[in-house]
């Protein structure tokens, strides 16, 4: 049957406008729209890639599943990072090329399709829904994943997404909520499919210095997976965590049966993670040093931007996780506000994108320079008004 058709209202030229009015503004325009990191890789990763540059599995074949290695350094992590003990619930690993393709062929591999259901949030990532739609599957937005409810006894579920904590509210659905939806899926044979992209990147739990360091809930954490990975899977992205968003690096992690039949899909596919790009993923994984800098500077940015966004008339609060502030349009629309602060210089993204045409989403992924820069602005047209 090959891709079916999708529509979605995610068109970045659609934004076009705003960063033109921006550029008109005293300064130019800062663009905190899009996610993309804007800091350097860590050191160790791009020894790590040099390094691997001549190495075998650079000029040779690489292999699908990852090299030894690679499997090696994401169990560590799981470990050290999630408090998941990947052989104990008996789940395997496999590299993906970024975690959005990840994303967008995940109900294919499932082979799910006409008379199929995905359960998603009605706000969140737009991609789940292009990806079901790709399969030809039929998208169910719940406004609510963890209300199991909503969701369970509606005829053909064959998979449910769990974003936490979420692009774009930040939200992060607490261990006992995500065991429920793991009982729920499990009753009714779906999958669940858990972004944790933003997983590391968690501020609820931290201290005034910017500090302490805590994850949000694994799905595969064995009290919420109920010590077995059958029926689950867990995407994560080190886009991120170590700024390696162009290295297009990430990797899912669970149910053997089901990555298993995805791998041999993938290796026919030419779906294969790079080999110096391997060498590289290892080494951001064993450097927790370099995620802890980085989230003290996400931390910082976050606060600030919030801080401004204040000032200026938004009720917004510091997010729970990831890296948004996910803020109430002032005109009760996300266009009318673009608008309004393109005249400042200032692009966020129109919550329209994500499901809520009432909402902005503010990135923190900016450089300190344009998030003090933004902050400068929203609070010298707080103090002019």
Known sequence: ??????????????????????????????????????DEVPQSVVEALRDAATAPNAYGYPATVGTQAL???????????????LSAIHAVTIPTVGSKEAVAL???????????????????????????QIAGAEVLEVSDVADVDSWRNVAGVKAVWVNSPSNPTGEIIDSEA?????????SIGAVVLSDECYALMRWDEADSDATQYADAPSILRTDIC???????????????????????????????????????????IGQI??????????????????????WRRYYRRLSALVQALQAYGYEVSMPQGALYVWAKARSG??????????????????????????????????????????AKRLHEAASSK
């Open 1 to 38: 049957m090959g891709f079916q058709t999708f529509a979605s209202p995610y068109d970045w030229s659609r934004v076009s406008k705003y960063r033109e009015i921006a550029r008109q503004a005293e300064g130019g325009c800062i663009d905190i729209s899009v996610g993309s990191p804007a």
């Open 178 to 186: 995500l065991a429920g939806i793991v009982r729920a899926a499990r």
């Open 71 to 85: 499997q090696n350094a994401i169990s560590r992590w799981f470990m050290r990072e999630r408090e998941v003990d």
């Open 273 to 294: 993670i790079p080999g110096p790009v391997q060498a590289a993923m290892a080494a951001a994984l064993d450097d927790a040093e370099a995620v802890h800098v980085q």
């Open 106 to 132: 995940m109900a294919s591999l499932l082979h799910l399709g006409a008379g199929d259901v995905v359960v998603q949030p009605a706000v969140s990532y737009p991609t789940y829904a292009i990806g079901t």
């Open 226 to 268: 109920q010590g077995t990975a059958q029926g689950v899977l867990a995407l994560y992205s080190l886009s991120k965590q170590s700024n390696m968003a162009g290295y297009r690096a990430a990797f899912v992690a669970g149910d053997a049966a089901i990555l298993k039949e995805m791998t041999a899909y993938r290796k026919q």
């Open 333 to 374: 629309n996300c266009w009318q506000d673009m608008e309004d602060l393109a005249a400042l210089g200032i692009v966020p993204s129109p919550g329209e994108f994500y499901g809520a045409p009432e909402y902005l989403r503010f990135s923190a992924t900016a450089s300190d320079e344009d998030i003090s820069t933004v």
